[in-house]
């Protein structure tokens, strides 16, 4: 396997299942885990509709309260199955393996998970990937680990080379190295062929230091979906509109402009005075759907409806996020796809 060449998927390649982790009150979402649990069962249910989910629990205990939960929401018990696996916290876009394929197998890469710089604690997430390895869930997959920082949200991919991220985070996690330094990590350990970076677009209420999958997304036919502002009035607007600018000044690996297809913005949401973090930009792409983040808000029709015209052919569901994006993160951020046939 070693001599194969491999490449990072686009999340519209056909997928074996997704991973995701229960919350439980040793987690983040201990303080509203009633409304954490009903937001998670919705999302696994969605998922299921479309593909098998993988639900990470903490202990039986947890995959008790979890089954229970879905199956009063009436989860399909053939589309789920559990693995349990101690976790800090239920990020496993960040934490979760990132997948590459190759003509004659996998690769599990295990980025080293810091708490996004730091944070937050994370010692038991550093080691998911390679628990959920040991557990034999995969088939003809290396698990490579890389001794340097990096989530799953930080990082785009379109499935032929190309690498979409941000410097703000990237900066932040490594701040000794040079761009040219990260893009030649980053080419060497994703096979990819070349980074495109962003210097604007950032979220209040976002604590990844501006993860690319809140902001903008790569789409089939060399499209990206990004996250719009036009209200002048809201301190996103400049940043959002100088991001649009950079979209705009990207060019394809054969020298063409990306065709953009902006999000609309939702109304402010706050919760206690602190600003959230509501990206419909967050959404996930499932064999055949996408899941979109909702949050109650006039801009959730239009948002499903770009979401369509970028990505042809699936069906868009809204799922509610409201009380997800009171931790920070969305549906895009609490889950990892994973390529079809790396399941055993």
């Not at 290396?142 to 410097?167: P, Y």
């Not at 604007?200 to 999958?213: K, N, P, S």
């Not at 999000?263 to 600003?275: E, S």
């Amino acid at each position: 396997m070693t001599s194969a060449v491999f490449r990072l998927p686009a999340e519209w390649e056909p997928q074996a299942g997704v991973l995701l982790a229960w919350p439980h009150a040793q987690t983040d979402w201990a303080e509203r885990l009633a409304d954490a649990e009903a937001a998670f069962a919705a999302l696994t249910c969605a998922i299921a509709r479309h593909e098998p989910v993988l639900v990470c629990v903490a202990d039986a205990t947890v995959r008790a309260r979890a089954t229970q939960l879905l199956t009063a929401a009436g989860a399909d018990a053939s589309r789920y199955r559990f693995i349990e696996i101690e976790y800090d916290d239920t990020w496993l876009r960040d934490s979760g393996p990132i997948t590459l394929r190759s003509a004659d197998g996998f690769r599990l890469m295990d980025f080293r998970f810091t708490g996004w710089g730091g944070k937050f604690a994370a010692s038991r997430d550093d080691r998911v990937i390679e628990g959920l390895a040991a557990r034999e869930l995969f088939r003809n997959a290396d698990h490579r680990r890389v001794d340097w920082a990096l989530e799953g949200g930080a990082i785009e991919s379109d499935g032929t080379g190309t690498i979409l991220t941000t410097w703000r985070c990237l900066h932040q996690r490594h701040p000794e190295q040079s761009r040219e330094q990260m893009t030649r990590l980053l080419c060497d350990k994703l096979g990819a062929e070349r980074v495109l970076w962003l210097e604007r677009g950032y979220l209040q209420g976002d604590d990844t230091d501006a993860h690319i999958d809140t902001l903008a997304r790569f789409a089939p036919d060399n499209a990206i979906v990004f996250q719009s502002c036009d209200d002048r009035s809201d301190p996103h607007f400049d940043e959002l509109v100088a991001m649009r600018a950079e979209l705009a000044g990207l060019r394809t690996a054969a020298g063409q402009p990306y065709r953009l297809h902006p999000l609309p913005w939702p109304r402010p949401i706050f919760d206690d005075g602190r600003r959230l973090a509501a990206s419909y930009a967050n959404y996930l792409v499932v064999n055949g759907a996408v899941l979109l983040p909702a949050y109650g808000d006039p801009a959730d029709a239009e948002a499903a409806r770009a979401i369509a015209a970028a990505h042809p052919g699936r069906a868009v569901i809204a799922v509610p996020c409201r009380s997800l994006i009171w931790q920070n993160g969305s549906l895009h951020c609490l889950t990892m796809q994973l390529p079809e046939g790396v399941l055993a």
